[in-house]
Protein backbone atom coordinates (compact mmCIF):
# COMPACT_ATOMS: atom_id res chain seq x y z
CA UNK A 1 0.00 0.00 0.00
CA UNK A 2 3.11 2.44 0.54
CA UNK A 3 4.03 2.44 -2.64
CA UNK A 4 0.70 3.18 -4.74
CA UNK A 5 1.52 6.96 -4.44
CA UNK A 6 4.96 6.36 -6.53
CA UNK A 7 3.53 4.97 -9.41
CA UNK A 8 2.40 8.56 -11.38
CA UNK A 9 5.78 9.66 -10.72
CA UNK A 10 7.57 6.21 -11.57
CA UNK A 11 5.96 6.66 -14.99
CA UNK A 12 6.88 10.06 -15.53
CA UNK A 13 10.22 9.32 -14.89
CA UNK A 14 10.08 6.16 -17.41
CA UNK A 15 8.74 8.48 -20.00
CA UNK A 16 11.57 10.92 -19.46
CA UNK A 17 14.25 8.26 -20.02
CA UNK A 18 12.33 6.39 -22.91
CA UNK A 19 12.58 10.27 -24.30
CA UNK A 20 16.10 10.30 -23.62
CA UNK A 21 17.36 7.53 -25.33
CA UNK A 22 15.12 8.38 -28.31
CA UNK A 23 17.45 11.63 -28.49
CA UNK A 24 20.28 9.96 -27.94
CA UNK A 25 19.17 7.56 -30.94
CA UNK A 26 18.15 10.46 -33.03
CA UNK A 27 21.72 11.97 -32.59
CA UNK A 28 23.26 8.66 -33.67
CA UNK A 29 21.09 8.40 -37.04
CA UNK A 30 22.47 12.10 -37.58
CA UNK A 31 25.81 11.24 -36.91
CA UNK A 32 25.63 9.02 -40.33
CA UNK A 33 22.93 10.85 -42.60
CA UNK A 34 23.30 11.54 -46.11
CA UNK A 35 26.38 14.37 -46.71
CA UNK A 36 24.46 15.38 -49.99
CA UNK A 37 22.90 13.45 -52.88
CA UNK A 38 24.38 14.25 -56.31
CA UNK A 39 22.72 12.91 -59.69
CA UNK A 40 24.55 9.98 -61.52
CA UNK A 41 24.93 8.89 -65.36
CA UNK A 42 25.61 5.70 -65.80
CA UNK A 43 28.18 4.82 -68.46
CA UNK A 44 26.11 2.90 -71.19
CA UNK A 45 25.73 -0.90 -71.30
CA UNK A 46 25.32 -2.89 -74.47
CA UNK A 47 25.85 -5.79 -76.40
CA UNK A 48 27.34 -5.88 -79.61
CA UNK A 49 27.05 -9.15 -81.46
CA UNK A 50 26.80 -11.08 -78.25
CA UNK A 51 30.06 -9.54 -76.60
CA UNK A 52 29.11 -7.36 -73.41
CA UNK A 53 30.30 -4.00 -73.18
CA UNK A 54 30.29 -1.08 -71.20
CA UNK A 55 29.23 -1.13 -67.00
CA UNK A 56 27.39 -3.86 -66.48
CA UNK A 57 26.32 -2.84 -63.13
CA UNK A 58 23.99 -0.37 -62.00
CA UNK A 59 23.57 -0.38 -57.63
CA UNK A 60 26.44 0.96 -55.46
CA UNK A 61 27.14 0.33 -51.81
CA UNK A 62 30.82 1.14 -51.19
CA UNK A 63 33.20 3.43 -49.33
CA UNK A 64 34.82 6.10 -51.58
CA UNK A 65 38.35 6.75 -52.06
CA UNK A 66 40.52 9.46 -53.90
CA UNK A 67 43.43 9.06 -56.71
CA UNK A 68 45.82 9.32 -53.47
CA UNK A 69 44.83 5.97 -52.28
CA UNK A 70 47.81 3.50 -51.02
CA UNK A 71 49.73 1.75 -53.87
CA UNK A 72 49.08 -1.68 -52.35
CA UNK A 73 45.46 -1.03 -51.35
CA UNK A 74 42.71 -3.74 -51.85
CA UNK A 75 39.96 -1.53 -54.04
CA UNK A 76 37.75 -4.26 -55.11
CA UNK A 77 35.30 -2.97 -52.45
CA UNK A 78 35.97 0.84 -52.57
CA UNK A 79 34.18 2.86 -55.59
CA UNK A 80 36.82 5.67 -57.01
CA UNK A 81 35.49 9.72 -56.98
CA UNK A 82 37.85 10.89 -59.45
CA UNK A 83 37.91 14.64 -60.99
CA UNK A 84 38.63 14.78 -65.22
CA UNK A 85 41.12 16.90 -63.81
CA UNK A 86 43.28 15.08 -62.27
CA UNK A 87 43.16 12.17 -64.25
CA UNK A 88 46.24 10.50 -65.24
CA UNK A 89 45.15 7.72 -68.60
CA UNK A 90 48.11 5.50 -67.12
CA UNK A 91 45.64 4.80 -64.49
CA UNK A 92 42.70 4.10 -66.74
CA UNK A 93 45.14 1.34 -68.55
CA UNK A 94 46.13 0.23 -65.90
CA UNK A 95 43.17 -0.28 -63.88
CA UNK A 96 40.22 -0.38 -67.01
CA UNK A 97 41.72 -1.74 -69.55
CA UNK A 98 44.04 -4.65 -67.52
CA UNK A 99 40.45 -5.49 -65.81
CA UNK A 100 41.57 -4.56 -62.54
CA UNK A 101 39.10 -5.46 -59.94
CA UNK A 102 37.43 -2.04 -58.55
CA UNK A 103 34.00 -1.62 -56.14
CA UNK A 104 32.91 1.22 -58.89
CA UNK A 105 33.92 4.68 -60.74
CA UNK A 106 32.85 7.68 -60.59
CA UNK A 107 34.17 10.37 -62.93
CA UNK A 108 33.57 14.14 -62.13
CA UNK A 109 32.97 16.60 -65.11
CA UNK A 110 33.79 19.98 -65.04
CA UNK A 111 30.59 22.26 -65.06
CA UNK A 112 31.68 23.51 -68.84
CA UNK A 113 30.61 20.04 -70.11
CA UNK A 114 27.17 20.16 -68.62
CA UNK A 115 24.26 20.33 -71.46
CA UNK A 116 22.47 22.63 -68.47
CA UNK A 117 25.55 24.58 -68.36
CA UNK A 118 24.54 28.30 -69.47
CA UNK A 119 27.32 30.38 -68.53
CA UNK A 120 28.50 31.17 -72.03
CA UNK A 121 30.48 29.71 -74.78
CA UNK A 122 33.10 27.98 -74.02
CA UNK A 123 36.94 28.51 -74.74
CA UNK A 124 38.29 25.98 -76.96
CA UNK A 125 42.07 26.58 -76.73
CA UNK A 126 42.03 26.62 -72.36
CA UNK A 127 39.38 23.66 -72.70
CA UNK A 128 41.28 21.50 -75.26
CA UNK A 129 43.62 19.73 -73.24
CA UNK A 130 40.11 18.63 -70.97
CA UNK A 131 38.43 17.91 -74.11
CA UNK A 132 41.28 15.62 -75.25
CA UNK A 133 41.33 13.64 -72.27
CA UNK A 134 37.67 13.10 -71.92
CA UNK A 135 37.29 11.94 -76.04
CA UNK A 136 40.24 9.34 -75.17
CA UNK A 137 38.41 8.23 -72.13
CA UNK A 138 35.23 7.71 -73.38
CA UNK A 139 36.65 5.62 -76.18
CA UNK A 140 38.27 3.34 -73.45
CA UNK A 141 34.84 3.01 -71.70
CA UNK A 142 32.55 1.87 -74.44
CA UNK A 143 34.60 -0.28 -75.67
CA UNK A 144 35.84 -1.94 -72.67
CA UNK A 145 33.84 -4.59 -70.01
CA UNK A 146 33.63 -3.00 -66.98
CA UNK A 147 32.12 -5.52 -64.48
CA UNK A 148 31.15 -2.36 -61.89
CA UNK A 149 28.99 0.49 -61.86
CA UNK A 150 30.46 3.48 -63.53
CA UNK A 151 28.47 6.73 -63.36
CA UNK A 152 29.61 10.47 -64.31
CA UNK A 153 28.72 13.39 -62.28
CA UNK A 154 29.44 17.38 -62.39
CA UNK A 155 31.37 19.35 -60.54
CA UNK A 156 29.71 21.52 -57.74
CA UNK A 157 30.27 22.99 -54.60
CA UNK A 158 29.04 20.20 -52.16
CA UNK A 159 31.33 17.35 -53.91
CA UNK A 160 34.36 19.26 -54.10
CA UNK A 161 33.67 19.34 -50.52
CA UNK A 162 33.45 15.78 -50.13
CA UNK A 163 35.97 14.97 -52.38
CA UNK A 164 38.91 17.52 -50.65
CA UNK A 165 37.75 15.07 -47.39
CA UNK A 166 38.25 12.07 -48.99
CA UNK A 167 41.85 13.22 -50.30
CA UNK A 168 42.20 14.33 -46.46
CA UNK A 169 41.74 10.93 -45.40
CA UNK A 170 43.71 9.18 -48.26
CA UNK A 171 47.06 11.27 -47.76
CA UNK A 172 47.18 10.06 -44.19
CA UNK A 173 46.97 6.45 -45.44
CA UNK A 174 43.85 5.52 -44.06
CA UNK A 175 41.71 5.02 -46.28
CA UNK A 176 37.70 4.85 -45.97
CA UNK A 177 36.68 1.65 -44.29
CA UNK A 178 34.76 -0.05 -41.64
CA UNK A 179 37.23 0.08 -39.51
CA UNK A 180 38.53 3.87 -40.34
CA UNK A 181 35.12 5.30 -41.33
CA UNK A 182 35.09 8.05 -43.95
CA UNK A 183 32.36 8.50 -46.74
CA UNK A 184 30.12 5.87 -47.97
CA UNK A 185 29.09 5.91 -51.63
CA UNK A 186 25.28 4.19 -52.06
CA UNK A 187 23.63 4.11 -55.35
CA UNK A 188 20.24 2.01 -55.17
CA UNK A 189 19.34 1.01 -58.48
CA UNK A 190 17.18 -2.11 -60.23
CA UNK A 191 19.32 -4.55 -62.54
CA UNK A 192 19.42 -3.26 -66.02
CA UNK A 193 17.21 -4.43 -68.14
CA UNK A 194 17.46 -5.22 -72.15
CA UNK A 195 15.50 -2.41 -74.41
CA UNK A 196 13.32 -5.17 -76.05
CA UNK A 197 12.41 -3.88 -79.46
CA UNK A 198 13.97 -0.20 -79.52
CA UNK A 199 12.02 2.17 -82.11
CA UNK A 200 13.53 4.27 -84.19
CA UNK A 201 11.32 7.05 -86.31
CA UNK A 202 12.06 8.36 -89.17
CA UNK A 203 10.24 11.77 -90.21
CA UNK A 204 9.95 12.95 -93.84
CA UNK A 205 8.27 16.04 -95.53
CA UNK A 206 7.90 16.67 -99.01
CA UNK A 207 7.57 20.23 -101.14
CA UNK A 208 6.15 19.37 -104.57
CA UNK A 209 7.92 20.94 -107.83
CA UNK A 210 5.90 23.05 -110.24
CA UNK A 211 4.71 20.51 -113.07
CA UNK A 212 3.67 22.54 -116.27
CA UNK A 213 0.35 20.73 -118.56
CA UNK A 214 3.07 19.66 -121.33
CA UNK A 215 5.42 17.49 -118.70
CA UNK A 216 3.70 14.19 -118.36
CA UNK A 217 6.95 12.95 -116.81
CA UNK A 218 7.79 12.85 -113.04
CA UNK A 219 9.93 15.42 -111.87
CA UNK A 220 13.23 14.76 -110.54
CA UNK A 221 13.69 14.86 -106.95
CA UNK A 222 16.46 15.89 -104.35
CA UNK A 223 16.85 14.43 -100.95
CA UNK A 224 17.99 16.84 -97.90
CA UNK A 225 18.56 14.21 -95.35
CA UNK A 226 20.00 14.50 -91.25
CA UNK A 227 20.26 11.51 -88.69
CA UNK A 228 19.12 13.06 -85.61
CA UNK A 229 19.86 11.03 -82.72
CA UNK A 230 22.91 10.54 -80.89
CA UNK A 231 25.52 7.37 -78.87
CA UNK A 232 27.84 8.85 -76.54
CA UNK A 233 29.07 6.82 -73.10
CA UNK A 234 26.34 8.14 -70.83
CA UNK A 235 23.17 8.23 -72.77
CA UNK A 236 21.16 10.99 -70.50
CA UNK A 237 24.09 13.43 -71.25
CA UNK A 238 24.10 12.76 -75.02
CA UNK A 239 22.76 15.57 -77.01
CA UNK A 240 24.79 15.95 -79.59
CA UNK A 241 25.04 19.57 -80.55
CA UNK A 242 27.05 18.85 -83.91
CA UNK A 243 27.25 15.22 -84.38
CA UNK A 244 24.30 15.94 -85.37
CA UNK A 245 22.26 18.89 -84.43
CA UNK A 246 24.05 20.76 -86.27
CA UNK A 247 23.03 18.78 -89.73
CA UNK A 248 19.06 18.93 -88.36
CA UNK A 249 19.40 22.54 -87.49
CA UNK A 250 20.29 22.79 -91.13
CA UNK A 251 17.75 20.80 -92.96
CA UNK A 252 14.92 22.83 -90.90
CA UNK A 253 16.25 26.36 -91.81
CA UNK A 254 16.69 25.14 -95.50
CA UNK A 255 13.18 23.26 -95.44
CA UNK A 256 11.91 26.94 -93.87
CA UNK A 257 13.62 28.94 -96.91
CA UNK A 258 12.44 26.67 -99.46
CA UNK A 259 8.78 26.83 -98.16
CA UNK A 260 9.02 29.97 -98.73
CA UNK A 261 10.10 29.87 -102.15
CA UNK A 262 7.46 26.68 -103.08
CA UNK A 263 4.46 28.77 -101.55
CA UNK A 264 4.63 30.79 -105.12
CA UNK A 265 4.05 29.41 -107.75
CA UNK A 266 6.37 32.16 -109.80
CA UNK A 267 8.72 30.75 -107.53
CA UNK A 268 8.68 27.09 -107.71
CA UNK A 269 11.34 24.98 -109.27
CA UNK A 270 10.74 22.09 -111.20
CA UNK A 271 12.37 20.18 -108.66
CA UNK A 272 10.46 18.33 -105.96
CA UNK A 273 12.64 17.86 -102.65
CA UNK A 274 12.69 15.55 -99.77
CA UNK A 275 13.27 16.09 -96.58
CA UNK A 276 14.56 13.27 -94.19
CA UNK A 277 15.09 13.33 -90.49
CA UNK A 278 16.29 9.34 -90.39
CA UNK A 279 16.86 7.28 -87.06
CA UNK A 280 19.67 5.09 -86.05
CA UNK A 281 22.80 7.17 -87.33
CA UNK A 282 25.23 5.46 -84.96
CA UNK A 283 24.39 2.06 -85.95
CA UNK A 284 25.79 1.86 -90.00
CA UNK A 285 22.49 4.36 -90.30
CA UNK A 286 19.92 1.41 -89.92
CA UNK A 287 16.68 3.91 -89.97
CA UNK A 288 18.14 5.11 -93.06
CA UNK A 289 18.61 1.88 -94.76
CA UNK A 290 14.86 0.80 -93.78
CA UNK A 291 13.49 3.89 -94.85
CA UNK A 292 15.39 4.15 -98.46
CA UNK A 293 13.78 0.24 -98.71
CA UNK A 294 10.32 1.61 -98.22
CA UNK A 295 10.93 3.74 -100.90
CA UNK A 296 9.39 1.84 -104.13
CA UNK A 297 11.50 1.58 -107.71
CA UNK A 298 9.75 4.71 -109.32
CA UNK A 299 10.51 6.88 -106.09
CA UNK A 300 14.23 5.80 -105.61
CA UNK A 301 14.79 6.43 -109.97
CA UNK A 302 13.51 9.90 -109.66
CA UNK A 303 16.51 11.02 -107.37
CA UNK A 304 18.40 13.42 -108.96
CA UNK A 305 20.75 13.33 -106.02
CA UNK A 306 20.74 13.11 -102.24
CA UNK A 307 22.59 15.44 -99.84
CA UNK A 308 23.31 14.28 -96.45
CA UNK A 309 24.54 16.51 -93.36
CA UNK A 310 26.57 15.62 -90.78
CA UNK A 311 28.54 17.66 -87.79
CA UNK A 312 28.64 21.41 -89.63
CA UNK A 313 28.92 23.25 -86.84
CA UNK A 314 32.09 23.33 -85.57
CA UNK A 315 34.52 23.73 -88.64
CA UNK A 316 36.10 26.70 -89.46
CA UNK A 317 37.77 27.23 -93.22
CA UNK A 318 37.16 24.45 -95.24
CA UNK A 319 33.89 21.68 -95.70
CA UNK A 320 34.30 18.58 -96.87
CA UNK A 321 31.80 16.65 -99.56
CA UNK A 322 32.30 12.60 -99.39
CA UNK A 323 30.93 10.59 -102.03
CA UNK A 324 31.12 6.46 -103.11
CA UNK A 325 30.87 6.81 -106.61
CA UNK A 326 33.93 8.14 -108.48
CA UNK A 327 34.46 11.66 -108.89
CA UNK A 328 34.66 11.54 -112.39
CA UNK A 329 31.01 11.06 -112.10
CA UNK A 330 28.62 13.39 -114.34
CA UNK A 331 25.95 14.02 -111.28
CA UNK A 332 29.26 14.03 -108.42
CA UNK A 333 31.33 16.34 -110.68
CA UNK A 334 27.64 19.00 -110.63
CA UNK A 335 27.26 18.61 -107.08
CA UNK A 336 30.76 19.70 -106.88
CA UNK A 337 31.00 22.79 -108.77
CA UNK A 338 27.43 23.69 -107.21
CA UNK A 339 29.08 23.79 -103.99
CA UNK A 340 32.32 24.77 -104.69
CA UNK A 341 31.08 27.90 -106.74
CA UNK A 342 28.96 29.18 -104.20
CA UNK A 343 31.80 28.29 -101.05
CA UNK A 344 34.29 30.51 -103.32
CA UNK A 345 31.85 33.63 -103.09
CA UNK A 346 31.24 33.07 -99.54
CA UNK A 347 34.88 32.94 -98.22
CA UNK A 348 35.87 29.45 -97.80
CA UNK A 349 36.71 26.27 -99.15
CA UNK A 350 34.88 22.91 -99.67
CA UNK A 351 36.85 19.78 -100.39
CA UNK A 352 36.21 16.07 -102.34
CA UNK A 353 37.08 12.69 -100.07
CA UNK A 354 36.28 9.68 -102.56
CA UNK A 355 35.55 6.45 -100.58
CA UNK A 356 34.27 3.47 -102.15
CA UNK A 357 31.75 0.70 -100.38
CA UNK A 358 32.24 -2.48 -99.75
CA UNK A 359 28.61 -3.92 -100.46
CA UNK A 360 29.31 -7.35 -98.51
CA UNK A 361 30.87 -5.22 -95.54
CA UNK A 362 28.02 -4.24 -92.95
CA UNK A 363 29.84 -1.07 -91.90
CA UNK A 364 28.19 1.84 -92.86
CA UNK A 365 30.63 5.26 -92.10
CA UNK A 366 28.47 7.68 -93.96
CA UNK A 367 24.94 8.22 -94.19
CA UNK A 368 24.86 8.46 -98.20
CA UNK A 369 26.62 5.16 -98.49
CA UNK A 370 23.23 3.48 -97.68
CA UNK A 371 22.28 5.38 -100.83
CA UNK A 372 25.03 4.43 -103.07
CA UNK A 373 23.90 0.99 -101.79
CA UNK A 374 20.74 1.02 -103.92
CA UNK A 375 22.38 2.75 -106.86
CA UNK A 376 21.43 6.24 -105.67
CA UNK A 377 22.94 9.78 -106.43
CA UNK A 378 24.40 11.04 -102.84
CA UNK A 379 27.17 12.93 -101.18
CA UNK A 380 27.73 13.80 -97.19
CA UNK A 381 28.58 17.28 -96.40
CA UNK A 382 30.40 17.51 -93.48
CA UNK A 383 33.14 19.32 -91.40
CA UNK A 384 34.92 16.03 -90.67
CA UNK A 385 37.59 15.18 -93.38
CA UNK A 386 38.22 11.14 -92.19
CA UNK A 387 34.92 8.87 -91.96
CA UNK A 388 34.72 8.22 -88.04
CA UNK A 389 35.25 4.64 -86.52
CA UNK A 390 32.09 3.02 -85.59
CA UNK A 391 30.68 4.78 -82.50
CA UNK A 392 32.96 7.53 -82.57
CA UNK A 393 32.10 10.88 -82.57
CA UNK A 394 28.62 10.26 -82.80
CA UNK A 395 27.40 12.93 -80.26
CA UNK A 396 29.65 11.98 -77.14
CA UNK A 397 30.29 14.09 -73.96
CA UNK A 398 32.30 17.14 -75.69
CA UNK A 399 29.73 17.75 -78.23
CA UNK A 400 27.61 20.02 -76.46
CA UNK A 401 26.54 23.21 -76.82
CA UNK A 402 29.27 25.41 -75.64
CA UNK A 403 31.57 23.75 -78.42
CA UNK A 404 29.57 24.76 -81.53
CA UNK A 405 29.51 28.16 -83.28
CA UNK A 406 25.78 28.86 -84.74
CA UNK A 407 27.53 31.32 -86.90
CA UNK A 408 29.49 28.64 -89.00
CA UNK A 409 25.57 26.64 -89.10
CA UNK A 410 24.67 30.22 -90.91
CA UNK A 411 27.45 29.72 -93.11
CA UNK A 412 26.46 25.68 -94.11
CA UNK A 413 22.99 26.54 -94.23
CA UNK A 414 24.16 29.60 -96.93
CA UNK A 415 26.13 27.27 -98.45
CA UNK A 416 23.51 24.41 -98.95
CA UNK A 417 20.26 26.39 -99.84
CA UNK A 418 22.10 28.51 -102.62
CA UNK A 419 23.79 25.35 -104.28
CA UNK A 420 20.71 23.66 -104.46
CA UNK A 421 19.09 26.71 -105.60
CA UNK A 422 21.78 26.91 -108.88
CA UNK A 423 21.00 23.16 -109.59
CA UNK A 424 16.79 23.61 -109.20
CA UNK A 425 16.92 26.92 -111.16
CA UNK A 426 19.57 26.65 -113.54
CA UNK A 427 21.87 29.15 -112.38
CA UNK A 428 25.00 27.37 -112.25
CA UNK A 429 28.48 29.63 -112.77
CA UNK A 430 25.90 32.54 -112.45
CA UNK A 431 26.76 34.57 -109.20
CA UNK A 432 23.22 35.56 -107.83
CA UNK A 433 22.08 34.90 -104.27
CA UNK A 434 18.58 33.86 -103.36
CA UNK A 435 19.25 33.89 -99.86
CA UNK A 436 20.39 37.51 -99.61
CA UNK A 437 21.50 38.97 -96.21
CA UNK A 438 18.59 41.85 -95.17
CA UNK A 439 15.67 40.36 -97.29
CA UNK A 440 12.93 38.26 -96.49
CA UNK A 441 14.55 35.01 -97.86
CA UNK A 442 17.83 35.38 -95.59
CA UNK A 443 19.11 32.55 -92.91
CA UNK A 444 17.26 33.41 -89.76
CA UNK A 445 20.30 33.43 -87.21
CA UNK A 446 17.09 33.48 -84.24
CA UNK A 447 15.81 30.36 -86.04
CA UNK A 448 18.88 28.42 -85.83
CA UNK A 449 20.23 29.68 -81.96
CA UNK A 450 16.80 28.62 -80.85
CA UNK A 451 16.67 24.79 -82.30
CA UNK A 452 20.44 24.44 -81.79
CA UNK A 453 19.74 25.58 -78.02
CA UNK A 454 16.49 22.71 -77.99
CA UNK A 455 19.03 20.11 -79.93
CA UNK A 456 21.70 20.88 -77.05
CA UNK A 457 19.43 20.11 -73.96
CA UNK A 458 17.88 16.84 -75.65
CA UNK A 459 19.84 13.33 -75.05
CA UNK A 460 18.60 11.33 -77.97
CA UNK A 461 20.41 8.05 -77.94
CA UNK A 462 17.50 6.07 -80.15
CA UNK A 463 17.02 3.42 -78.20
CA UNK A 464 15.79 4.66 -75.40
CA UNK A 465 13.96 7.40 -77.76
CA UNK A 466 9.60 5.73 -77.41
CA UNK A 467 7.94 6.13 -80.45
CA UNK A 468 5.59 9.14 -79.51
CA UNK A 469 8.71 10.88 -78.11
CA UNK A 470 8.00 14.65 -77.41
CA UNK A 471 11.29 15.39 -79.25
CA UNK A 472 10.35 13.66 -82.29
CA UNK A 473 7.09 15.25 -82.05
CA UNK A 474 8.51 18.72 -81.95
CA UNK A 475 10.55 17.50 -85.22
CA UNK A 476 7.39 16.57 -86.90
CA UNK A 477 5.52 19.44 -86.12
CA UNK A 478 8.04 22.07 -87.54
CA UNK A 479 8.26 20.16 -90.68
CA UNK A 480 4.34 20.24 -90.83
CA UNK A 481 4.69 23.77 -90.64
CA UNK A 482 7.60 24.05 -94.21
CA UNK A 483 6.40 20.99 -96.06
CA UNK A 484 3.58 18.93 -97.10
CA UNK A 485 2.60 15.38 -96.74
CA UNK A 486 4.98 15.07 -93.54
CA UNK A 487 4.97 10.91 -92.31
CA UNK A 488 5.92 9.11 -89.85
CA UNK A 489 8.03 5.71 -90.89
CA UNK A 490 8.83 3.48 -87.70
CA UNK A 491 10.29 0.46 -87.60
CA UNK A 492 12.41 -1.59 -84.87
CA UNK A 493 16.28 -1.23 -84.31
CA UNK A 494 17.83 -4.16 -85.67
CA UNK A 495 21.44 -4.91 -86.40
CA UNK A 496 23.88 -6.40 -83.79
CA UNK A 497 23.57 -3.99 -80.75
CA UNK A 498 21.71 -5.01 -78.09
CA UNK A 499 21.11 -2.23 -75.40
CA UNK A 500 20.47 -2.13 -71.64
CA UNK A 501 18.06 0.50 -69.07
CA UNK A 502 18.79 2.36 -66.03
CA UNK A 503 20.85 5.18 -68.01
CA UNK A 504 20.93 7.78 -64.70
CA UNK A 505 20.24 7.76 -60.57
CA UNK A 506 20.94 9.46 -56.98
CA UNK A 507 24.00 9.05 -55.35
CA UNK A 508 23.52 9.45 -51.65
CA UNK A 509 26.68 9.88 -49.70
CA UNK A 510 27.05 9.24 -46.10
CA UNK A 511 29.67 10.21 -43.49
CA UNK A 512 30.06 7.37 -41.74
CA UNK A 513 31.79 6.76 -38.40
CA UNK A 514 34.28 4.09 -37.82
CA UNK A 515 33.69 0.59 -35.94
CA UNK A 516 35.80 2.38 -32.94
CA UNK A 517 33.42 4.84 -32.54
CA UNK A 518 30.40 2.64 -33.16
CA UNK A 519 32.02 0.35 -30.37
CA UNK A 520 31.96 3.55 -27.70
CA UNK A 521 28.57 3.98 -28.68
CA UNK A 522 27.46 0.92 -28.10
CA UNK A 523 29.40 0.99 -24.55
CA UNK A 524 27.77 4.33 -23.68
CA UNK A 525 24.24 3.14 -24.06
CA UNK A 526 24.39 0.00 -22.82
CA UNK A 527 25.46 1.56 -19.90
CA UNK A 528 22.70 4.17 -19.79
CA UNK A 529 20.64 1.19 -20.25
CA UNK A 530 21.91 -0.41 -17.02
CA UNK A 531 21.89 2.79 -14.61
CA UNK A 532 18.67 3.15 -16.02
CA UNK A 533 17.13 -0.46 -15.18
CA UNK A 534 19.16 -0.34 -12.09
CA UNK A 535 17.59 3.15 -11.01
CA UNK A 536 13.81 2.20 -12.03
CA UNK A 537 14.07 -1.24 -10.04
CA UNK A 538 15.61 0.39 -7.00
CA UNK A 539 12.72 3.27 -6.94
CA UNK A 540 9.67 0.37 -7.86
CA UNK A 541 10.87 -2.55 -6.24
CA UNK A 542 13.77 -1.29 -3.28
CA UNK A 543 17.35 -1.95 -3.01
CA UNK A 544 16.69 -5.33 -1.89
CA UNK A 545 15.24 -6.42 -4.86
CA UNK A 546 18.06 -5.33 -7.19
CA UNK A 547 20.81 -6.90 -5.04
CA UNK A 548 18.44 -10.39 -4.84
CA UNK A 549 18.28 -9.87 -8.66
CA UNK A 550 22.47 -10.30 -8.60
CA UNK A 551 22.31 -13.25 -5.80
CA UNK A 552 23.29 -16.83 -6.74
CA UNK A 553 19.80 -18.85 -6.26
CA UNK A 554 20.18 -21.59 -3.94
CA UNK A 555 21.03 -25.30 -5.43
CA UNK A 556 18.32 -27.27 -5.42
CA UNK A 557 19.52 -29.84 -2.60
CA UNK A 558 19.28 -26.92 -0.16
CA UNK A 559 15.52 -25.81 -1.12
CA UNK A 560 15.17 -30.15 -0.72
CA UNK A 561 16.31 -29.71 2.54
Not at 132 to 139: D, F, K, S
Not at 217 to 228: E, G, K, N
Not at 495 to 513: E, H, M
Request: charge should be neutral; proline fraction near 5%; glycine fraction near 6%.
Amino acid sequence: MTMAPRKPREREMLFDSVIALVFILVACVDLCDGATVVDVYRLIQYDMSGVPFGSRLASLNHHAASLHFSPHADLSRTVLLIPLRELNMSFVQEYIAESKPLGGLIFLLPRMFSFENKDGMGNNHRDGPLKNILVELEQILIHSNLPYPVYFAFEDDNIDAVLADIKKNDVTGQPATATTGGYKFVVSAAEPRKVVSPPITNIQGWLAGLKTDDDAHQLPTIAIVASYDTFGAAPALSVGSDSNGSGIVALLEVARLFSLLYSNPKTRGQYNLLFGLTSGGPYNYNGTRKWLRSFDQRMRESIDYAICLDSIGSWENELWIHVSKPPENAFIKKIVEDFSSVAEELGFKVNLKHKKINISNLRVAWEHEQFSRLRVTAATLSGLSTAPELLEKTGGLVDGRHFVNEATIVRSVKLIAESLARHIYGHQGKNIQIFADNTNLAVNPSYVRSWLDVLSQTPRVAPFLSKDDPFVMALRKELEDHTDEVNLHRDVLEGVFTFYDSTRAKLNIYQVASVTFDLLLLLVLGSYLIVLFCFLVITTRGLDDLISLFRRPPSRKVKTA
